[in-house]
């Protein structure tokens, strides 16, 4: 049976940090793994680094994005190459522990379980843990979901026995990856939380301060015009989604 992973990494002028992630993969303890670097047509080195990588490792593969620029486009393009059982998501900054796809495996065969996430713990721009860790439920529904968004793009895995590529494919809106868990959530499958932290998500130089304000907007967006919900009941989902995202980075 064919249990290899497919793990998608985004790649956007990512110089400072892709070695890193490639290494943190590379080190897995499970091997049976395909790494696809999708290029979002960088302009900086990276394409250079991860081609180094590619010509060391025959598991490693540079593509190019070919379903529009954005971080929905190159997952999108690197979901369609997939030949993996699983497929799991990466982003270009952030770290894996060496266990992680092993322990992350294990859990989902002993739940039966089409849709995983993990903890994982907030890192500084070297990659060196805060001891900020973000703790998850052992299941989540839709309906929690859309209160919770503590399921983190870096932490997720699919198994495509059970689900479609076109279950999994990312809408070009802002926020994309909380849209498709709520979409696959919403067909009916419950996700999985393995609460332990097995991943760092490393935060770089942007501001913080932004971001928060970018994320408040992102969400309001997915609430009243992806899933079409009233302005009451997303007030609703707003206030704990609100208060949850706050203590996470508190």
């Not at 299941?139 to 919770?148: D, H, P, S, W």
């Not at 939380?193 to 408040?216: Q, V, W």
């Amino acid at each position: 049976m064919n249990n290899t992973v497919s793990i998608v990494v985004p790649v956007y002028n990512a110089k400072d940090c892709i070695a890193d992630t490639i290494m943190s993969v590379s080190k897995q303890s499970y091997t049976d793994f395909e790494l696809l670097l999708v290029d979002d047509a960088s302009s900086d080195d990276s394409r250079a680094i991860m081609e180094s990588f590619a010509q060391k490792d025959d598991r490693i593969k540079v593509l190019d994005n070919t379903e529009g620029k954005s971080a929905a486009g190159a997952r999108n393009t690197g979901i369609k190459a997939a030949s993996g059982r699983y497929i799991a998501f990466i982003d270009a900054d952030d770290l894996w522990t060496e266990d992680k796809l092993q322990k992350q495996l294990t859990f989902m065969n002993d739940k039966k379980a089409a849709f995983s996430f993990t903890g994982y713990e907030f890192a500084d721009e070297s990659g060196k843990g805060l001891g900020k860790i973000v703790r998850v439920p052992e299941k989540m529904t839709y309906k929690q979901a859309l209160k919770n968004t503590t399921i983190f793009t870096s932490t997720v895995m699919f198994d495509m026995n059970v689900l479609k590529k076109d279950d999994i494919l990312m809408p070009f809106v802002k926020s994309e990856d909380t849209a498709t868990w709520w979409r696959v959530l919403k067909s009916g499958h419950a996700a999985y939380g393995l609460d332990e932290s097995l991943t760092l998500y490393r935060r770089m130089g942007t501001s913080l301060s932004s971001n928060k304000i970018e994320a408040l907007r992102r969400i309001w967006n997915l609430y009243r015009s992806v899933e079409h919900m009233n302005v009451l009941y997303s007030a609703y989902c707003f206030c704990f989604w609100a208060v949850r995202a706050v203590a996470r980075r508190v």
